[in-house]
């Protein structure tokens, strides 16, 4: 058992890193008030190889491995989760679901600028369609419809909570085409935003990740081509889950990033604030504060890069990635909250910065499988 990091992986650490630092720590709380899409770090991020990091090289991608991934979104996610969760979403499910289950046509039409994060200079990224009105942790419970025409597909329906619903190019779209099979008539349809009949409503006004693009998509009489249908008929759900498994490590990631930004804030505050004569970090009550955030983020830590791992090794990554989704968002809101209460007062204004990372949390409880979702999926595997 090994628990060194490659030179290469140290390389990409650092250069998430100092990416972090120095492009997405300016202006990321006037960016958090005014809700604005982080299109120029987006695009950076891009030239940088990180939208398409685990994408094959065949394919425009960086070829780099799923621990790689994991740290760089932990980096990132340390100053601005509305950036990484754009990167996560771009990589851990759009990009992973074309290559791993799109025709090769597929690939070379969407996959291969998508890894890219651009098209004719211009940024290209996609979003994952599942959630619905009323299919939430219920994925199952599709009522936006495909209709088989012969040589196409008619989509209509509404899908909601979106991320980069207003800014991506190419939907990744759940939709039921025969309601009598359940999940078996569920597929996954890549549609294109400039397409007739979507439409695309209002951003979201959101708790945080507020720079993060979240929108309700709507479609009304798309024609999506027969060739656009990714996989065999039916295998839309199954789509969905296998892709979601592996999602589920890039918001771990990212919730380990928020703790270990809100705890590093902390440990810096406490250094320097003085009560009662000495920095508050002599006091027991901070200094124990900041010993269980460490030993909760090394832990969370731990359970993301074991499920990274255990994808790279093409092995059941079902469970881990579960585990680690559901502890590092509950040890990043805790930390978040913590983080608050050691910097007191200047914890609950915004130019601390802690309070922005205690909302960003929240999120990471929330989607792709809240903690009750998650806890589910593990009970079901331990108990087979």
């Known amino acids: 058992?090994?628990?060194?990091?490659?030179?290469?992986?140290?390389?990409?650490?650092?250069?998430?890193?100092?990416?972090?630092?120095?492009?997405?720590?300016?202006?990321?709380?006037?960016?958090?008030?005014?809700?604005?899409?982080?299109?120029?770090?987006?695009?950076?991020?891009?030239?940088?190889?990180?939208?398409?990091?685990?994408?094959?090289?065949?394919?425009?991608?960086?070829?780099?491995?799923?621990?790689?991934?994991?740290?760089?979104?932990?980096?990132?996610?340390?100053?601005?989760?509305?950036?990484?969760?754009?990167?996560?979403?771009?990589?851990?499910?759009?990009?992973?679901?074309?290559?791993?289950?799109?025709?090769?046509?597929?690939?070379?039409?969407?996959?291969?600028?998508?890894?890219?994060?651009?098209?004719?200079?211009?940024?290209?990224?996609?979003?994952?369609?599942?959630s619905e009105p009323e299919a939430g942790s219920d994925a199952t419970s599709q009522r936006t419809t495909a209709e088989d025409k012969g040589d196409h597909y008619l989509l209509n329906g509404t899908k909601n909570w979106i991320t980069n619903g207003g800014t991506a190019s190419v939907y990744l779209v759940m939709a039921q085409t025969d309601v009598s099979k359940g999940s078996k008539g569920i597929n996954t349809f890549i549609v294109e935003k400039n397409w007739p009949g979507v439409t695309v409503a209002a951003k979201e006004n959101k708790l945080g990740i507020r720079g993060s693009d979240t929108h309700t998509v709507m479609f009304t009489d798309v024609k999506v081509p027969k060739e656009n249908r990714i996989g065999a008929d039916g295998f839309g759900f199954s789509f969905a889950m296998k892709t979601l498994a592996g999602g589920r490590i890039g918001i771990a990631s990212q919730a380990l990033g928020i703790a270990a930004g809100a705890y590093e804030l902390a440990k810096e505050y406490a250094k320097t604030r003085k009560a009662f004569g000495t920095e508050i970090m002599n006091h027991q009550a901070i200094a124990f504060k900041l010993a269980d955030m460490h030993m909760k983020i090394e832990a969370a830590r731990l359970l993301c890069l074991k499920a990274a791992w255990e994808k790279d090794q093409h092995q059941d990554y079902t469970i881990s990635s579960s585990m680690a989704k559901l502890y590092a968002s509950e040890t990043a809101m805790w930390t978040a909250i913590e983080a608050v209460q050691v910097h007191g007062g200047y914890g609950y204004v915004k130019e601390y910065h802690v309070e922005r990372l205690m909302r960003d949390a929240k999120i990471t409880q929330i989607y792709e499988g809240t903690s009750e979702v998650q806890r589910i999926v593990i009970s079901r595997g331990i108990l087979k």
Request: hydrophobic share 40%.
């Open 1 to 130: 058992m090994n628990f060194e990091l490659t030179e290469e992986q140290l390389m990409i650490q650092k250069a998430a890193r100092d990416f972090a630092q120095n492009e997405c720590l300016p202006g990321v709380i006037e960016r958090d008030e005014q809700q604005k899409f982080p299109g120029e770090q987006i695009s950076k991020l891009a030239d940088l190889g990180f939208l398409g990091m685990m994408v094959d090289e065949q394919y425009g991608g960086a070829g780099m491995d799923t621990i790689s991934y994991v740290l760089a979104m932990e980096e990132i996610s340390k100053v601005d989760a509305s950036v990484s969760v754009c990167m996560s979403v771009n990589n851990s499910l759009v990009c992973y679901g074309l290559q791993a289950f799109g025709s090769e046509e597929q690939k070379q039409n969407y996959l291969k600028p998508l890894a890219q994060g651009k098209k004719n200079g211009e940024l290209y990224i996609g979003a994952f369609m599942l």
